[in-house]
């Protein structure tokens, strides 16, 4: 049984960790903010918001990009300063989710039509290809619940938890970074796919929102599992200075009250209790981000 300990606690409802420059940074959503956090457990203010923000990445320049999710813009911050990359509102009416940025400076962002419950007959959202200068088209408009999502070290290969659909689906990159070749990457029985991040052999490590947080190979076989005690697993990351440390971000949730938030006053009022927990893998992290 792999051995997980605790890193920080006393979050609200941490999203889309990424490990930079020595540290894990996370989207606290229901805080507004955006927090980075060093090994022995110190956690820094980056930035505040009057919005959740959801996914994280960086440009060549080193500007992090943040999506904004009920404004639905994608939010730069250099130098202290918060400034808008992208305005997404013209792809339809719902939330930013998760997202990926990489090494080009090219944003596939998850754009979902609703927040945490998404209607059954829905099954047609967007990913949205954000560039470097902010320009930005869909290039995928039959995702369900487009959340986790990686790019391979070779930048060819996008792959994105559809979590509703239960499944991780992937895509050719093309040099002007529009998709084609969609495959399933995995159909997952019990697991329903929130945040992911990708190893050097290819697995894909999968919060799975239930109870585990799951190693999935190309084709659906899950090789590895790690169980937690309570909470529920919301999102990963591989970082430390071998990438063989896996960030697990874990929440007690209440889901109706959750689901109740319906403005940016409401989050104030989460009951959620974030936390973020560590375990060493034998396998370390490749790609974006």
Same mark, same amino acid.
């Given at each position: =049984?792999t051995?997980?300990?605790?890193?920080?606690d006393? $979050?609200?409802?941490?999203?889309?960790?990424?490990?930079?420059?020595?540290?894990? *940074?996370?989207?606290d959503q229901?805080?507004h903010?955006? $927090?980075?956090?060093d090994?022995?457990g110190?956690?820094?203010?980056i930035v505040?918001?009057d919005? =959740?923000?959801?996914?994280?990445? *960086? $440009?060549?320049?080193?500007?992090l990009?943040i999506?904004?999710m009920?404004n639905q813009?994608?939010?730069k911050f250099?130098?202290?300063?918060?400034?808008?990359?992208?305005?997404?509102?013209?792809?339809?009416?719902?939330y930013l989710?998760?997202?990926?940025?990489?090494?080009?400076?090219?944003t596939?962002?998850?754009h979902?039509?609703?927040k945490?419950?998404t209607?059954p &007959?829905i099954?047609?959202?967007?990913l949205?290809?954000?560039?470097p200068?902010g320009t930005?088209?869909?290039?995928?408009?039959?995702v369900?619940s487009?959340?986790g999502?990686?790019v391979?070290?070779?930048?060819k290969?996008?792959?994105v938890?559809?979590?509703?659909?239960?499944?991780l689906?992937? *895509?050719?990159i093309?040099?002007?970074?529009?998709?084609?070749?969609?495959?399933?990457?995995?159909?997952?029985?019990e697991?329903i796919?929130?945040?992911?991040?990708?190893?050097a052999e290819g697995?894909? *490590?999968?919060?799975?929102?239930?109870?585990?947080?799951?190693r999935?190979?190309?084709?659906g &076989?899950?090789?590895?599992?790690?169980?937690?005690s309570?909470g529920?697993?919301?999102?990963?990351?591989?970082?430390?200075?071998?990438?063989?440390?896996?960030?697990?971000?874990i929440?007690?949730v209440?889901?109706a009250?959750?689901r109740?938030?319906?403005?940016?006053?409401?989050?104030a009022?989460? &009951?959620?209790?974030?936390?973020?927990?560590?375990?060493?893998v034998s396998?370390p992290?490749v790609?974006?981000?």
């Open positions: =049984m051995t997980t300990k605790l890193l920080a006393g $979050l609200v409802f941490p999203e889309g960790p990424r490990w930079r420059d020595g540290r894990l *940074w996370v989207a229901h805080a903010q955006v $927090l980075a956090i090994l022995d110190n956690k820094e203010v505040k918001l919005d =959740m923000p959801s996914g994280l990445g *960086w $440009l060549p320049d080193g500007s990009l999506a904004s009920r813009r994608l939010l250099k130098d202290g300063e918060l400034t808008e990359h992208a305005d997404l509102t013209d792809v339809g009416v719902g989710n998760d997202m990926v940025t990489d090494g080009r400076g090219n596939y962002v998850g979902r039509r609703g945490y419950a209607p &007959e099954d047609e959202e967007w949205v290809l954000v560039r200068d930005h088209q869909v290039v995928a408009d039959d369900v487009p959340n999502s990686v391979t070290a070779d930048g290969t996008l792959i938890g559809e979590s509703r659909a239960q499944r689906s992937a *895509w050719h093309e040099d002007d970074g529009t998709l084609s070749g969609r495959w399933t990457f995995a159909q997952l029985e697991e796919p929130d945040g992911i991040c990708l190893d697995g894909v *490590w999968v919060a799975g929102l239930r109870t585990t947080f799951s999935v190979m190309d084709g &076989e899950i090789v590895e599992t790690i169980e937690i309570d529920q697993p919301i999102a990963c990351a591989l970082g430390g200075e071998d990438r063989r440390t896996l960030f697990m971000i929440t007690e209440d889901p009250h959750v109740s938030l319906q403005t940016p006053e409401d989050d009022r989460s &009951e959620s209790i974030g936390r973020v927990e560590i375990a060493r396998v992290g790609g974006w981000p």
